[in-house]
């Protein structure tokens, strides 16, 4: 079976850095993928790592270890509108798409 | 990035009745959907996988004759979901695939089950 463990919630102020780790335990990898989903819509596209080390986007960096099951996606200045679910997604052998519970993160002033 | 459109964006049907979701990729050849289900405050599910022109592989637990789906086109892909019932109630949302790594989503489909 396919285990991808997220934490359920996180809690960030304005302007500061946080990270969401994520562990996985998956069948196949293909790559991991991050992405953002806000309330009654469809999650959309942040961050890809196929290989280990860490991949730099804007505010966002992601990052993963293949031989630890482990990937941590980072937000730096943190806005207001930064608060949504954050979304682990592991490709697995067969080019699926397998979820983490997600996180959801609150941003307060 | 590419453009997935899902249709309808919110159905509302009556027990026992049967709905169709459609998903098309409007500016690229999906060679493989996916299809998703998300109750609230959960994570997405992956229903199955469908590859154009094939059988659609569907995840354990997921029935296959509940929920039909259809790859007939590079650019569509439907599900059916057949019988309704309200515990079938749930947010569907469907991927794409083409060439390129990531999948992209459509929009969502609500769907509510009276």
């Known amino acids: 079976g396919q285990n991808i ?10 302007g500061a850095i946080v990270q969401i780790n994520c562990t996985y335990q998956t069948s196949g990898f293909n790559g991991l993928f991050w992405y953002q989903q806000h309330a009654g819509e469809a999650p959309t596209f942040l961050s890809y790592n196929v290989l280990d080390g860490l991949e730099e ?3 966002f960096s992601s990052f993963l270890s293949r031989s630890k099951g482990y990937s941590y996606l980072l ?35 | 990035g590419a453009v997935v459109s899902q249709h309808p964006s919110r159905v509302i049907c009556k027990s026992g009745t049967s709905v169709k979701i459609e998903c098309r990729s409007l500016d690229f050849q999906a060679t ?6 998300q109750f609230p405050k959960q994570s997405l599910m992956l229903m199955a996988t469908s590859n154009e022109g094939s059988k659609a592989t569907y995840e354990q637990g997921v029935e296959k004759d509940k929920f039909l789906i259809n790859h007939a086109s590079l650019t569509l892909s439907t599900l059916t979901v057949t019988s309704a019932h309200p515990e079938d109630s749930s947010f569907y949302i469907c991927s794409a695939r083409g060439g390129l790594s990531e999948a992209f989503f459509g929009q969502g489909t609500r769907l509510t089950v009276v």
């Open chain 1, 5 to 14: 463990d997220q934490p359920t919630e996180m809690t960030a102020t304005e």
């Open chain 1, 75 to 109: 937000l730096k200045e943190l806005q207001m509108k930064d608060s949504a679910s954050y979304l682990c997604a592991v490709k697995g052998s067969g080019n699926q798409f397998y979820f983490g519970t997600g996180t959801s993160l609150t941003v307060i002033p």
């Open chain 2, 32 to 37: 493989t959907m996916f299809w998703y289900r």
């Open chain 1, 57 to 59: 986007k804007g505010r």
